[in-house]
């Protein structure tokens, strides 16, 4: 087995809350190791396009509580290509890189798979996504952050209908995932939560609204993740209005969840995952994915990180009608 010399190490897709502790963590665990970590800006497309260089442990000072990326991060098609590989192969041949760790989420760690299948360089992935949706972890970096921050502005708007007795949707984000929607609508007690791993009966759900009406429960907080059967916050209100003597006030968060400064929990999480991730790659570990699951460090290979793997925690959705009567 070669040993590594030359550590890449890139963030890849959507940001997240606390990337930039883990590659603070990533970055200061290669040099007492002896290796020599190189960043690679904006994720894959930053490979093609060579914008590499060393990092030293100074670029990383005062980092591990501020959000986003200081790699930057950025989506690339062209990496998917056969000449796209081959060029970002050759790019990595010239600094000499003959490992990478990639922090992100499924499509980073898809593409990391291809690439390390093809070319043999050892590969290890860091979960960085705040959809909490890949398997192999119980908590993804930046998932903490984000479900803080949905609570912090959903409380808020909860002051406003009580004050107004009027029914608020709340979109968050999660287009394949509804972690942050189910979390944030138990913390904030909503009265109807949409996830899109789990299919709802609108004609209950109208009724629950009725019920409510003729009970003098006017004030109603419904937390729907964007990629919903229904289509987001602003289908959902249409829908409402079109079958309902109700008016719903509609408020999507939006990116407001991938930004602002990791929690304590994140700052942990992302210095123990990106610890770990070096500490794998030096001990001849490949193509996996380190995660924590039931607060330890554990290895999962690429090929079943994806998040149609993850199980949805069926005990949480049990408790959503029970607390929100």
């Not at 970590?37 to 093609?48: A, E, F, H, L, V």
Request: glycine fraction near 10%.
């Amino acid at each position: 087995m070669k040993l590594i010399k030359n550590l890449g190490v890139l963030t890849s897709g959507g940001d997240s809350p606390g990337m930039n502790a883990a590659i603070r963590a990533i970055v200061r665990t290669a040099l007492n190791k002896g290796l020599v970590p190189y960043g690679i800006k904006r994720g894959y497309q930053g490979m093609i396009q060579g914008d590499i260089e060393k990092i030293k442990t100074t670029d990383v000072s005062n980092i591990i509580q501020r959000g986003g990326t200081i790699l930057k991060s950025a989506r690339s098609k062209e990496f998917m290509t056969d000449e796209g590989m081959e060029t970002a192969y050759k790019q990595l041949q010239k600094h000499q890189i003959d490992g990478l760790i990639m922090i992100g989420g499924d499509g980073t760690f898809r593409g990391a798979a291809a690439f390390s299948e093809r070319f043999q360089i050892p590969s290890i992935g860091v979960p960085g996504t705040i959809d909490n949706d890949l398997n192999g972890t119980d908590f993804t970096i930046g998932f903490d952050t984000a479900v803080n921050t949905a609570v912090w502005a959903i409380d808020k708007i909860r002051d406003t209908a009580e004050s107004h007795e009027r029914v608020f949707i709340v979109e968050v984000m999660g287009r394949d995932a509804g972690y942050i929607a189910l979390y944030s609508g138990i913390a904030c007690g909503a009265e109807h939560i949409f996830v899109p791993e789990k299919k709802e009966s609108l004609d209950e759900f109208l009724n629950d609204l009725c019920d409510d009406r003729r009970r003098k429960k006017l004030t109603n907080i419904i937390v729907i993740a964007e990629g919903d059967e229904f289509g987001g916050a602003n289908e959902l209100a249409k829908v409402i209005v079109k079958r309902l003597p109700i008016e719903p006030r509609v408020t999507i968060l939006g990116h407001i969840q991938r930004g602002g400064s990791p929690t304590c929990f994140d700052r942990i999480l992302s210095s123990r995952l990106g610890h770990a991730a070096v500490e794998a790659i030096v001990q001849g570990e490949r193509q996996m994915m380190v995660g924590l699951v039931n607060n330890r460090i554990t290895l999962t290979p690429f090929t079943k990180t994806t998040k149609l793997n993850k199980p949805f925690p069926k005990d949480m959705e049990k408790i959503i009608q029970v607390l929100s009567s």
